[in-house]
């Protein structure tokens, strides 16, 4: 069982900068993979990224390669997603996922999902 949280969410200016947080909670080891997804009303839940509970390897979708990085804080049972140079195609709702077993870019291999945090890029 894995509980997911995610915050940092908000409004930010096209070019700029922002950091979201997943909390989570609960049985967590280095088989789980721990994964970013967005989903805008009228349209498909994409993949954002993911990355291996160990931080042994790590997906990015080519939308967000080069911009968005994915990382971890073992520490903290925190997994975060940077995003810089962001663009008002980036504004929708990012959730945070997780599941047991290998990496995947299909959402419905997660079994976990966090409430989602809204990300408004404006021009």
């Known amino acids: 069982q894995v509980q997911l949280v995610e915050s940092g969410g908000g409004l930010v200016q096209a070019g700029g900068s922002l950091r979201l947080s997943c909390a989570t909670s609960g049985r967590t080891s280095s088989y789980y993979v721990l994964g970013w997804f967005r989903q805008a009303p009228g349209k498909e839940r994409e993949f954002i990224a993911a990355?291996?509970?160990?931080?042994?390897?790590?997906n990015y979708a080519d939308s967000v390669k080069g911009r968005f990085t994915i990382a971890r804080d073992n520490t903290k049972n925190t997994v975060y997603l940077q995003m810089n140079s962001l663009k008002p195609e980036d504004t929708t709702v990012y959730y945070c996922?997780?599941?047991?077993?290998?990496?995947?870019?299909?959402?419905?291999?997660?079994?976990?999902w966090g409430q989602g945090t809204q990300v408004t890029v404006s021009s």
């Open positions: 996922t997780a599941r047991y077993g290998r990496i995947s870019n299909n959402g419905a291999q997660y079994n976990y």
């Open positions: 990355t291996t509970w160990s931080g042994g390897s790590t």
